[in-house]
């Protein structure tokens, strides 16, 4: 068995406990803050909401214990978030007598100083997040007009993100007790450069399997209507991918009243495009052995899928890491991460499972009850989605016996449906 230890600490960075036979499921995204679980046989005093945890002695793989269930089996399930969903507790707020923050600056300029301004040394001391620092910027990411009012940090730096494709994260500093954030720059390892030697993913290099293949068409758009100040016919309005036509063209609206200099319009409504891309993703188990030596999160890589025929060249955008009795996996996401048929943000923001996988099954209860017991064989620590018989969400507690079985812990009684993904 391939064991990786994981490390409790306090907020304060004393170190409480290091486990080896925990069964962990850890996501990392490369745009926004990533989520843990963990499964323990008993209850420890180190496992409390707020203690901190570290992966593999990995600074950049930790997290914030947020979600505690104790089994009336004595077996312990943790939940929490990558350190970077602190960001999310505080908002972009305008200096005195500004209605917005502004900025015309490269990309990782605008993060760096967003999150030092709102969390780092904020005018207010009260806005503090302790021990918490941003390193200097060097700069990248193109020049940019971008304006905010009171929006959560990790949307911002999630919009930023995928305009830009830097990544965001937060690396706990175990020697100096700090934490820092930190903008990340992926590497381009496809086979259309010669830099350096290529990553190249396909089932016949046997570093490829269980591939998941998906296009969501349902949400895109290209086209942007970005309309400035002004009023009625007055107002002024810039289109972004007006060459577009036909049923290629997929428009929408962007209301940019607070830009003051029209000449900003187009890098709004491209920003909003970039929100709003094609999402073309593959999910599959890869080798782990390669993973953090070859390649790592944040990289082009380029994936060749026989059966569909495609080749794609895209960014590693999220990963899933599982480590349990049975030993260790990896599941990338590659290319752009399916937020369903609906719109919505696709960064982290539930618990469940994994997010990724290789297959799905639907668990149909028809008699009502407070436990449900589902043997999926999967495989894996599968995301769970419950709804009744009338298609209302549920909410209710996973307990993951292994890879192959689970149970759903409710309060009430009641008959629907599971989700397994």
């Known amino acids: ?40 046989d008993r209850m420890e005093a180190y496992i409390k ?3 901190r945890v570290l992966f593999d002695g990995d600074e950049y793989k930790n997290g914030i214990i947020k979600y505690i269930f104790e089994d009336t089996d004595g077996s312990v399930t943790i939940k929490g978030f990558t350190l970077l969903w602190l960001l999310k507790n505080r908002i972009t707020v305008p200096d005195a007598g500004k209605d917005y923050v502004y900025y015309n600056a490269p990309v990782e300029d605008i993060m760096i100083d967003i999150v030092k301004t709102n969390a780092v040394t904020p005018v207010n001391g009260k806005r503090k997040l302790e021990r918490f620092e941003a390193v200097e910027s060097l700069g990248r990411g193109e020049k940019m007009a971008y304006q905010s009012s009171h929006t959560e940090l990790t949307t911002c730096l999630e919009e930023l993100s995928k305009y830009s494709m830097l990544g965001v994260a937060v690396r706990m500093d175990i020697r100096n007790k700090r934490y820092v954030f930190e903008v990340l720059e992926g590497t381009d390892r496809t086979i259309q450069q010669k830099e350096r030697p290529p990553v190249v993913f396909r089932e016949e290099y046997d570093n490829l399997s269980n591939t998941t293949y998906t296009v969501n068409d349902s949400n895109t758009k290209n086209c942007a209507y970005t309309a400035g100040q002004g009023e009625g016919a007055d107002r002024a309005i810039y289109i972004v991918g007006d060459e577009l036509s036909g049923e290629r063209r997929r428009e929408v609206y962007v209301d940019a009243r607070d830009v003051e200099d029209a000449s ?59 480590m349990d009795r049975d030993g260790y996996s990896v599941i990338p996401t590659f290319g752009v991460p399916e937020k369903g048929l609906s719109s919505g943000s696709s960064s982290g923001a539930g618990f469940g499972g994994g997010g990724a996988g290789d297959a799905r099954y639907i668990y149909t209860r028809s008699v009502p009850a407070e436990v449900w017991e589902i043997n999926h064989n999967l495989g894996k620590f599968p995301s769970v989605t419950v709804t009744d018989s009338a298609g209302t969400m549920v909410m209710g507690d996973v307990v993951y016996i292994d890879r192959n079985n689970l149970k759903l812990i409710f309060i009430g009684g009641f008959a629907g449906f599971a989700y397994l993904n």
């Open 1 to 40: 068995m391939d064991t990786r230890a994981v490390r409790f600490y306090s907020p304060d960075f004393r170190m409480l406990k290091e486990v080896d036979d925990a069964v962990v499921i850890f996501t990392k995204r490369w745009h926004s803050y990533g989520q843990f679980e963990i499964h323990l």
């Open 49 to 51: 909401k707020d203690n």
């Open 264 to 322: 900003e319009l187009p890098e709004r409504g491209a920003a909003k495009l970039a929100d709003m891309k094609l999402e073309e993703n593959f999910e599959s188990e890869v080798d782990s052995a390669d993973y953090g030596k070859k390649w790592q999160l944040g990289d082009m890589v380029t994936i060749i899928h026989e059966e569909s025929g495609l080749t794609l060249n895209d960014y590693v955008v999220e990963i899933e890491e599982t």
